[in-house]
């Protein structure tokens, strides 16, 4: 006689299944307020794992307004899946050589600029690397151009005052007795006294 059993990671394959079920499950009949799941102390509770594969920039970048119009957006949706696509293609062999210094010209899309940051001028990070959307963020019926939504400048406020001290302390502490930031040990640390 054969023994039947569940083992862990087939019920954890159910269980991905099963959640995976409801979440396709539309939600049309729910308030704002019953969407949320709640902690016990009525928090929403918003612990998981999210994917943030958005063209939404989480500051807003300075010359951005706080929404965009559907036209706004899908022009610049467009222009951005045209770019990946121009780039996804074969180099030109005989394309002239980048200027000296690499390419210094400013980023049109959010995602041009990231690249261009993270290898400077001549480039960086490959896509592959890059968890990049191929849309904007909807909050509340509007198309945002930041994932910050407040303040409402879509910028993340400065530390005040006991926020620095305290980080200093963490910082301190974490770094150990005679280092330095950016030091790799207490000689190199006094060496740079």
């Not at 862990?8 to 799941?37: C, D, F, M, N, Y």
């Not at 994917?51 to 500051?59: G, S, Y």
């Not at 963020?137 to 151009?145: A, C, E, F, P």
């Not at 994932?147 to 006991?162: E, L, S, T």
């Amino acid at each position: 006689m054969r023994k039947r059993f569940i083992s862990r990671s087939s019920i954890v394959e159910i269980g991905l299944v099963l959640a995976l079920s409801l979440t396709a499950l539309p939600v049309t009949g729910q308030t704002a307020k019953s969407a949320l799941p709640r902690t016990p102390d009525g928090h929403p509770d918003l612990q998981g794992t999210y994917d943030l594969a958005t063209m939404t920039p989480f500051e807003r970048l300075p010359s951005d307004p706080p929404v965009l119009t559907k036209e706004q957006a899908e022009v610049l949706q467009k222009a951005e899946a045209a770019r990946r696509a121009k780039d996804a293609t074969r180099l030109d062999p005989n394309r002239p050589p980048l200027p000296v210094g690499g390419d210094t010209t400013p980023g049109k899309s959010f995602f041009e600029i990231l690249e261009k940051a993270g290898g400077g001028a001549v480039g960086g990070y490959d896509r592959l690397w890059l968890n990049q959307g191929t849309a904007y963020m909807v909050v509340d019926g509007q198309i945002r151009t930041s994932i910050v939504i407040d303040p409402p400048d879509g910028k993340i406020p400065p530390f005040n005052a006991a926020a620095k001290k305290r980080g200093a302390r963490t910082r301190r502490a974490h770094l150990g007795p005679g280092r330095e930031p950016g030091c790799q040990s207490p000689i190199a640390a006094r060496r740079i006294r």
